[in-house]
């Protein structure tokens, strides 16, 4: 009986002991006191008022950001307020990292406050009303308990504004944690990212040095929380290294977070893809140094690409011209010179400003892009065909112009040299790895004068040896003098020329299959037409206007043929053949085999690479290297780059590449890979293969 009393007792206390509990602002349970926060407890109808949930936390416990990490979850508030009052969203002061064995938490010790605002509507009667709030959490050390409370808050509505002093304490708590909420980005500021074979390198520019940066990302899954943040300071911001999951797939569209500068400064970014500045320059002339020696390079480049097979032809056109003017002629050749050289120069700058601002909407992409295009091989592929037809003698391109008027056809032959420039940087482009391969790579990387002016150095240098000719009359000498032999090496001109488009066919081939080489063919068959009603009938305005129509219709067929009736092949079918030792590239793959303690080796190509192509037969299918790369028990890769793929751009980004051919040889217990130069041989590829053993 006595025991049945005592319980009695105890319900009747617990239940009168009930009301004060439910009407707490605060409560102390696991680790950790909660309150409810509001400095001003008398409420206006119509206007808003402060309020937060305020953690004072024991010793080495801590509650998380509202991305946790790698463990937790955030504190969350589910408000049952009167009618006509409304609660905003918790707001998230900026985080610390919080290291848990080998996790790593994003969240906050000793004390917190999370702010929200509280907003009442003008149809609130006045009166006291009662604001009650369920607060639930994780609180963590070693080990995580979940928490909750039932949280209440007395106020009055008043219809005016409230005339009542705010809490000392709930006011001093605000007005004390407030500013460790992140602030908006300034509008001056900007932050960028591009991504590469790691993560992400993230540039936060806000116009002057920055010496510290930590990011905290807002999503889940996007980086390798543990993972250390390497920095390096640049004159305007900083660009930080950050490692990606191990399970994220694809590159997100925007790097939302929070990041932290020098001197404790936070701020909410939200950045957008675009090129990274190359971080911590050594010094201003060290940068200076850079760019000439660069610039030098490309000069010498563009020299060199004179001589490849898909350039010469376009120079020896310009040549056959010159041999054929006359002496008066020739000082006149000044000026196509340099309409030629401003042809190349301003081509080049159309390339790369396209590039430029392609990345800085988001695009990823490399040097040669257009190349990755069906659309544009097929009609590189038919233009080139035309200009064969019209080199072989079927017809004169041209010719219906003669009788326009001297005046007017000496603006066709400067239009003429300035489209020869243009047609000779759009067939040089894919050549230009072999030589220019880390010029290109730095130029992409820098500023966009720095990248222009090295560009710029590569144009002039692709129309130097024309230009010595115009303007050193006398070297003229040293050509042979014009006869028959010219009609007959014009016409022998069009067998590269074909050669070209055979490539091209082929290039095209690659990426879609019968289908597209069918829609090629049919361009080709019509373009022939064409050219015969210009041969057959010259000069004449009606067979003119016709073969223009008949051109267009050659143009409009192939570009339906090639996007609607063939279809893409896959990419497995252009890099790896069944018996073949080499495998598709992914990320995923180099990963397991290095996970495995194999070398791995990487051919970063393309079907329009000719480079490309000619190591992969000259050295990487030869039997020595195959017997090499066997003994050393080699994993194999090849990044088809024949169509755009933004892992592999954003690989050669990371390696400071913007072009094929690119080849990385991942050695055993290392980081970076070892590249190999762009021109191979296969004793350059054993002899880095014997290396292994000292790495």
Same mark, same amino acid.
């Given at each position: 009986?006595?025991?049945?009393?005592?319980?009695?007792?105890?319900?009747?206390?617990?239940?009168?002991?009930?009301?004060?509990?439910?009407?707490?602002?605060?409560?102390?349970?696991?680790?950790?006191?909660?309150?409810?926060?509001?400095p001003?407890?008398?409420?206006?109808?119509?206007?808003?008022?402060?309020?937060?949930?305020?953690?004072?936390?024991?010793?080495?416990?801590?509650?998380?950001?509202k991305?946790?990490?790698?463990?937790g979850?955030?504190?969350?508030?589910?408000?049952?307020?009167?009618?006509?009052?409304?609660?905003?969203?918790?707001?998230?002061?900026?985080?610390?990292?919080?290291?848990?064995?080998?996790?790593?938490?994003?969240?906050?010790?000793?004390?917190?406050l999370?702010?929200?605002q509280?907003?009442?509507a003008?149809?609130?009667?006045a009166?006291?009303?009662?604001l009650?709030?369920?607060?639930?959490?994780?609180?963590?050390?070693?080990?995580?308990?979940?928490?909750?409370?039932?949280?209440?808050?007395?106020a009055?509505?008043?219809?005016?504004?409230?005339?009542?002093?705010?809490?000392?304490?709930?006011?001093?708590?605000?007005?004390?944690?407030?500013?460790?909420?992140?602030?908006?980005?300034?509008?001056?500021?900007?932050?960028?990212?591009?991504?590469?074979?790691?993560?992400?390198?993230?540039?936060?520019? #806000?116009?002057?040095?920055?010496?510290t940066a930590?990011?905290?990302?807002?999503?889940?899954?996007?980086?390798?929380?543990?993972?250390?943040?390497?920095?390096?300071?640049?004159?305007?911001?900083?660009?930080?290294?950050?490692?990606?999951?191990?399970?994220?797939?694809?590159?997100?569209?925007?790097l939302?977070?929070?990041?932290?500068?020098?001197?404790?400064?936070?701020?909410?970014?939200? %950045?957008?893809?675009?090129?990274v500045?190359?971080?911590?320059?050594?010094?201003?002339?060290?940068?200076?140094?850079g760019?000439?020696?660069?610039?030098?390079?490309?000069?010498?480049?563009?020299?060199?690409?004179?001589l490849?097979?898909?350039?010469?032809?376009?120079?020896?056109?310009?040549g056959?011209?010159?041999?054929?003017?006359?002496?008066?002629?020739?000082?006149?050749?000044?000026?196509?010179?340099?309409?030629?050289?401003?042809?190349?120069?301003?081509?080049?700058?159309?390339?790369?400003?396209?590039?430029?601002?392609?990345?800085?909407?988001?695009?990823?992409?490399?040097?040669g892009?257009?190349?990755?295009?069906?659309?544009?091989?097929a009609?590189?592929?038919?233009?080139?065909?035309?200009?064969?037809?019209s080199?072989?003698?079927q017809?004169?391109?041209?010719?219906?112009?003669?009788s326009?008027?001297?005046?007017?056809?000496?603006?066709?032959?400067?239009?003429?040299?300035?489209? #020869?420039?243009?047609?000779a940087?759009i067939? +040089?482009?894919?050549?230009?790895?072999?030589?220019?391969?880390a010029?290109?790579?730095?130029?992409?990387?820098?500023?966009?004068?720095?990248?222009?002016?090295?560009?710029?150095?590569?144009?002039?240098g692709?129309?130097?040896?024309?230009?010595?000719?115009?303007?050193?009359?006398?070297?003229?000498?040293?050509?042979?003098?014009?006869?028959?032999?010219?009609e007959?090496?014009?016409?022998? #001109?069009?067998?590269?020329?074909?050669?070209?488009?055979i490539?091209?066919?082929?290039?095209?081939?690659?990426?879609?299959? +019968?289908?597209?080489v069918?829609?090629?063919?049919?361009?080709?068959?019509?373009? %022939?037409i064409?050219?015969?009603?210009?041969?057959?009938?010259?000069?004449?305005?009606?067979?003119?206007?016709?073969?223009?129509?008949v051109?267009?219709?050659?143009?409009?067929?192939?570009?339906?043929?090639?996007?609607?009736?063939?279809?893409?092949?896959?990419?497995?079918?252009?890099t790896?053949?069944?018996?073949?030792?080499?495998?598709p590239?992914?990320?995923?793959?180099?990963?397991?085999y290095?996970?495995?303690g194999r070398?791995?080796?990487?051919?970063?190509?393309?079907?329009?690479?000719?480079?490309?192509?000619?190591?992969?037969?000259?050295?990487?299918?030869?039997?020595?290297?195959? +017997?090499a790369?066997?003994?050393?028990?080699?994993?194999?890769?090849? +990044?088809?780059?024949?169509?755009?793929?933004?892992?592999?751009?954003?690989?050669?980004t990371?390696?400071?590449r913007?072009?094929?051919?690119a080849?990385?040889?991942?050695?055993?217990g290392?980081?970076?890979?070892?590249?190999?130069?762009e021109?191979?041989?296969?004793?350059?590829?054993?002899?880095a293969?014997?290396?292994?053993?000292?790495?």
């Amino acid at each position: 009986m006595r025991s049945f009393r005592f319980v009695w007792i105890f319900f009747l206390g617990l239940t009168a002991a009930w009301p004060a509990l439910a009407a707490s602002s605060s409560a102390d349970v696991n680790h950790l006191h909660v309150q409810l926060v509001m400095p001003n407890r008398a409420l206006s109808a119509g206007g808003p008022a402060d309020a937060g949930l305020y953690f004072k936390l024991e010793s080495g416990w801590h509650v998380y950001w509202k991305n946790a990490g790698d463990a937790g979850y955030p504190p969350r508030l589910r408000w049952t307020p009167p009618d006509g009052v409304t609660a905003g969203a918790l707001q998230f002061p900026a985080p610390k990292r919080l290291a848990n064995g080998p996790l790593m938490d994003f969240g906050y010790d000793d004390e917190v406050l999370f702010p929200l605002q509280l907003t009442v509507a003008k149809t609130v009667k006045a009166g006291s009303v009662a604001l009650h709030a369920k607060a639930d959490w994780v609180v963590c050390r070693e080990v995580c308990i979940p928490g909750k409370a039932d949280l209440e808050l007395p106020a009055t509505v008043s219809a005016g504004a409230g005339t009542a002093a705010p809490d000392p304490a709930d006011q001093a708590l605000l007005s004390r944690l407030l500013p460790q909420l992140p602030q908006p980005f300034p509008a001056s500021a900007k932050a960028i990212f591009t991504p590469d074979a790691t993560g992400f390198k993230l540039a936060v520019l #806000t116009g002057q040095k920055e010496t510290t940066a930590l990011f905290f990302p807002a999503d889940k899954g996007v980086l390798d929380n543990p993972a250390p943040q390497p920095v390096s300071p640049i004159k305007n911001g900083i660009v930080l290294e950050l490692k990606k999951d191990a399970d994220l797939k694809t590159t997100p569209a925007t790097l939302t977070g929070v990041v932290e500068l020098s001197g404790g400064r936070n701020y909410e970014i939200a %950045a957008m893809p675009g090129v990274v500045p190359a971080g911590a320059p050594a010094t201003k002339s060290a940068s200076a140094s850079g760019v000439l020696k660069a610039a030098v390079l490309a000069f010498l480049g563009g020299i060199l690409l004179n001589l490849m097979p898909c350039v010469f032809p376009v120079l020896f056109l310009k040549g056959l011209a010159l041999v054929q003017a006359s002496g008066e002629e020739r000082r006149k050749m000044r000026g196509h010179g340099e309409v030629y050289a401003t042809g190349i120069v301003v081509s080049f700058w159309v390339l790369v400003g396209a590039l430029l601002a392609l990345r800085a909407a988001g695009a990823t992409l490399g040097w040669g892009f257009q190349f990755q295009s069906p659309v544009f091989v097929a009609l590189m592929a038919g233009l080139l065909f035309f200009l064969g037809l019209s080199l072989a003698g079927q017809f004169e391109i041209g010719l219906s112009l003669t009788s326009a008027g001297g005046s007017l056809a000496q603006k066709q032959g400067y239009a003429g040299s300035f489209f #020869t420039g243009v047609l000779a940087v759009i067939v +040089a482009t894919p050549c230009t790895a072999p030589f220019m391969g880390a010029a290109v790579g730095y130029a992409l990387a820098q500023s966009a004068f720095v990248t222009f002016v090295i560009f710029t150095a590569l144009g002039l240098g692709l129309a130097a040896p024309y230009l010595a000719l115009c303007f050193q009359p006398a070297w003229t000498r040293l050509l042979p003098r014009p006869g028959a032999w010219m009609e007959v090496m014009k016409q022998a #001109t069009a067998v590269p020329i074909f050669a070209t488009v055979i490539w091209l066919a082929w290039v095209l081939a690659q990426t879609r299959g +019968a289908w597209g080489v069918a829609a090629l063919l049919a361009m080709f068959l019509l373009l %022939a037409i064409a050219g015969w009603i210009l041969g057959r009938w010259p000069a004449r305005s009606t067979p003119t206007v016709a073969a223009a129509l008949v051109i267009a219709a050659a143009i409009a067929a192939c570009v339906y043929g090639v996007t609607t009736l063939a279809s893409p092949m896959s990419a497995g079918a252009t890099t790896a053949k069944a018996g073949d030792a080499w495998e598709p590239w992914s990320q995923s793959a180099v990963d397991k085999y290095r996970a495995e303690g194999r070398p791995v080796f990487v051919d970063f190509t393309a079907s329009w690479c000719l480079s490309c192509q000619v190591n992969e037969r000259v050295a990487l299918r030869t039997d020595q290297v195959n +017997a090499a790369f066997k003994q050393a028990n080699v994993a194999l890769l090849k +990044a088809d780059w024949t169509e755009h793929d933004d892992a592999i751009t954003a690989v050669l980004t990371s390696f400071g590449r913007s072009g094929v051919p690119a080849y990385a040889l991942y050695a055993p217990g290392t980081g970076e890979p070892t590249l190999l130069p762009e021109v191979l041989t296969p004793g350059i590829v054993v002899d880095a293969l014997k290396g292994l053993a000292t790495k």
